[in-house]
């Protein structure tokens, strides 16, 4: 059985509906946007959300569109259904304000409704609760959630699984990071994309289907420091096991604006040498590190339900049936995901 997306949410500085992202890419237009918290409207009532802070509403905004988008009905409490995300730096809101706590000498006095936020896995906690999801559930720390929750999909482990990821906006945290950065061009943005995974050939409509997945560690992450020049070889290992026998017609690549850019371009046009390279969307979308390949992974499953490439990353309207994603995390791993029409 395939495993099938059928179901996008995101959370972007492009905007929150697909379709308002979609006609954002169309037209090639940059956000244009403040190095700020991103407008977050979740769909709930607020008496639910007030113990949650920005890093679960981000968590959980993304979900309820994925899960929205599915256009499925679904049973309360629902065992059936997995929650696995990933973030990069957490919620380092939280984090940081609980230290401040600690570090001024009143540890007893510190909020316990703080303290709970800390926990990494703590937005998807609240996102089962509120969404009344019983099954599969974890948080990594960067990694690929999409091929972890495709594993455990092809073990029936559960019937459909909402995975992706997330980072928040966090000022002092970015302004480190542009600062360190290995000139890196693109704006950093808060984001949080989430896919919903389901296994059938036809028994929903689907975006797209995922048909391979690959990953090397690159030692180092290139929006904070250059590679080696082995860096080519390492892309090469995670396309290697990703790509067996289909070619994918497109690959939409890393491209936050940094040396690394350079060395993905060279192997991918090297494997791929009929392939449609397609850069420029992170000028648009903006760096957002943790959430950054989830993002990816939610636009090139748009652009295969649409058939084609948007116009504003391609020069003229491409038709492809076949696309091959690429990311990378804050750990330093290189990840790939072949995705199919």
């Not at 994925?66 to 696995?84: K, P, Y």
């Not at 380092?92 to 007893?108: M, R, W, Y």
Request: glycine letters at 10%; proline letters at 4%; aromatic letters at 6%.
């Amino acid at each position: 059985m395939k495993t099938v997306i059928t179901g996008i949410g995101m959370i972007s500085a492009l905007g929150d509906d697909k379709d308002m992202v979609w006609a954002a890419l169309e037209a090639g237009k940059p956000a244009a946007r403040q190095r700020e918290a991103l407008p977050l409207n979740v769909s709930l009532p607020p008496a639910k959300l007030r113990r949650m802070n920005r890093y679960a509403k981000l968590c959980l905004g993304a979900s309820v569109r994925a899960l929205q988008d599915t256009g499925a009905e679904r049973e309360e409490d629902d065992f059936s259904i997995g929650t696995i995300f990933s973030t990069g730096y957490r919620g380092i809101t939280s984090n940081l304000k609980f230290c401040h706590e600690v570090a001024q000498g009143n540890p007893d006095l510190c909020s316990p409704t703080e303290f709970t936020r800390t926990v990494p896995n703590a937005c998807v906690g609240q996102t089962c609760i509120l969404l009344k999801l019983k099954g599969v559930s974890t948080m990594l720390t960067a990694g690929n959630p999409i091929a972890y929750s495709k594993l455990l999909l092809s073990r029936g482990k559960a019937h459909g699984i909402l995975t992706g990821s997330l980072d928040e906006f966090h000022d002092e945290l970015f302004s480190l990071i542009e600062n360190a950065s290995a000139g890196m061009k693109a704006p950093l943005y808060e984001g949080a994309g989430v896919v919903y995974l389901t296994c059938g050939e036809n028994s929903e409509p689907a975006y797209c289907s995922v048909e391979g997945s690959g990953i090397s560690s690159l030692g180092q992450y290139p929006v904070l420091e250059k590679l080696d020049e082995n860096a080519g070889e390492l892309i090469e290992q995670a396309l290697s096991q990703c790509v067996q026998d289909e070619i994918p017609e497109a690959v939409l690549m890393c491209d936050n604006g940094t040396s690394f850019d350079a060395a993905e371009a060279e192997t991918v046009c090297r494997r791929f040498p009929n392939s449609i390279a397609v850069s420029g969307l992170k000028s648009m979308l903006g760096e957002t590190l943790g959430a950054s390949f989830a993002l990816s992974i939610c636009i090139g499953a748009l652009c295969l339900k649409k058939g084609r490439l948007p116009k504003g990353l391609s020069r003229k309207e491409e038709k492809i049936s076949s696309i091959l994603v690429t990311g990378l995390d804050t750990a330093g791993n290189y990840m790939c995901m072949l995705l199919k029409r």
